[in-house]
């Protein structure tokens, strides 16, 4: 009924849509891994059921709550409803600090308590180095 010809290319189409599909599944599947979902602790609050997967709490940190020892850091977290206690081992960054907006990654023990593995200090859109800053008012 139809051609060599015809045949060959039709399963030279299929194949490549194929190929293309699944590499298409690949991709979202190995992007599915890295993706680390941002949450409040409100948000937090009303999950029915706690997960183990990496996530990101993010929020203000409240003031008088930053708590220094020699090996860890502990804070908490508020959206201005709910809080959620911080422990992180490291070096925290230099925007850290409190009444800041801070994100921090890790892993939730329980809905109280947060175990981060990073903290990502944030800033608003004025924000300016220091080392900028300074060399702009020395000119």
Known sequence: MYGRKVKLRFFFVTLVIL???????????????????????????????????????GGMVKKNSISITSDEVNFVITDLKNEINVVYSGVVPNLFEEGKGVVAEGYLKDKNFFIASKILAKHDENYMPPEVKAALEEK
Do not use: G
């Open 19 to 57: 190929i293309l599909v699944f590499s298409i599944f690949l991709i979202l599947k190995s992007l599915e891994e890295n993706v680390v979902y941002f949450q409040s602790p409100s948000e937090i609050k009303n999950i029915s059921e706690i997960e183990s997967r990496k996530m990101r709490i």
